[in-house]
């Protein structure tokens, strides 16, 4: 069990029996990993660093899972737990805090998912919890809260949920932005075993009375380093606060810069931290390819490719809003199948346009980053990244998008000869080894 770290909304300093004596810069791409670290090299039993399960890998009932959980777990079709689920399942199971590296396509949210379950079961219902016929005035009781950059990645976060509760009479909940409150706000004065939330709607649920987290035991705070890139860091820590002192804190990102190291130093109490190697470079299955080719003339490239390639479902990444609408009617004009995916969409157009693309009519979604954050579309055979990012860590998680769940795939990058430098750090952080091909 973990202890609420402070009680302002400042982050004011931790006391030092709090503090997990952990220098934030411990945590880059390349550096050495903590002392208190988990990963297949410390643990016995467990995979090899990348997605595809070995042999030797652990059983899901290895891990500590029940029979009625592994149930789900054979009717969701996972075989092995993968190198996440084999480090971060035993202890959520024990109760630890823990704060995990490691990117979306991992398997990470049954990671979190299937123990949370186990231990919901186990638990005994929260002594309000007879309330749970909606009650005008009667806050809703949450017994455990994940928190979502995106509504898109909340709905898919709640949907795998569901999946790995099958069949255990859990209330699911679901609060976001974008639809509106008041249906919300009815199903959710009858409270939610586990309630999947973006922190502005959430807190809106807070202020209005709706839900209360005094009975909440556990915390999820997924894709933390992208909460954050969207400032919601103080919407966290408010929430965070009307948690009750004695709760467990799981904090999941794709990287962990500073500001998510001090953010984790804050919430959470001694720390397990994981780290699968897989977390910090690219799936070994991801072939990687780069065009040299003029800014200008970026459209046309890669209009010619996908039309000489016809790869089925391609998502192309670019840095704007901008951006990605231009590209996206540029391919249309030139009769391929595209649309664009960003914040400036109203939620129903999001939903239509993902939902397109997941069913195969749409052949190509032009998204920015923040959009396709953690969305897991299965069979994306092709990732372009239409500019380079600025980060090493946006690149590996923009090429995640393709090879999934043990699958192959290709990630082509455009850059521009202004763009190289970006290249080079890339390929020098993460090792890659990016072929370049003739775009002609
Ligand atoms: P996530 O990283 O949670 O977005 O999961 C990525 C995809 O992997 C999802 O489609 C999951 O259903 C799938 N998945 C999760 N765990 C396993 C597993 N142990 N074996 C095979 N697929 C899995």
Known sequence: MGYRACSSRHLPSIPADRQCHRPAAEHSLSSPRPPHTVSPHTMTNVPPPADTPSPDAPSFAQLGLQPRILANVARAGYATPSPIQALAIPPILAGKDIEALSR?????????????????????????????????????????????????????????????????????????????????TRTLRGGADILVATPGRLLDHLTDGTIALDETTCLVLDEADRMLELGFVEDIQTIAERLPTRHQTLLFSATMPPAVATLARRLLHRPLHVAPPEATSPPPRIRQQVAFVAAARKNATLIALLKRDTPDRVMVFT????????????????????????????????????????????????????????????????????????????????????????RRGTALSLCAPEERQLLREIERQTSARITAIDPS
């Open 319 to 406: 840095r704007t809003k901008q951006a990605s609408d231009s590209v996206a009617r540029a391919l249309e004009s030139a009769g391929l199948s595209a649309a664009a995916l960003h914040g400036d969409h109203s939620q129903a157009r999001r939903d239509r346009t993902l939902a397109t693309f997941r069913r195969g009519t749409l052949r190509v979604l032009v998204a920015t980053d923040v959009m396709a954050r953690g969305i897991d579309i299965e069979d994306v055979t092709l990732v372009v990244n239409f500019d380079i990012p600025e980060q090493p860590e946006t690149y590996i998680h923009r090429i995640g998008r393709t090879a999934r769940a043990g």
């Open 104 to 184: 979306t396509g991992s398997g990470k949210t049954a990671a979190f998912a299937l123990p949370l379950v186990q231990r919901l079961l186990a638990a005994p219902r929260p002594a309000t919890d007879d309330q749970k016929a909606p009650q005008e005035g009667v806050p809703g009781v949450v017994r455990t809260l994940i928190l979502s950059p995106t509504r898109e990645l909340a709905s898919q976060t709640a949907n795998a949920i569901r999946t790995c509760a099958h069949g255990c009479q859990l209330m699911i909940g679901l609060a976001i932005g974008g639809v509106p409150k008041d249906r919300q």
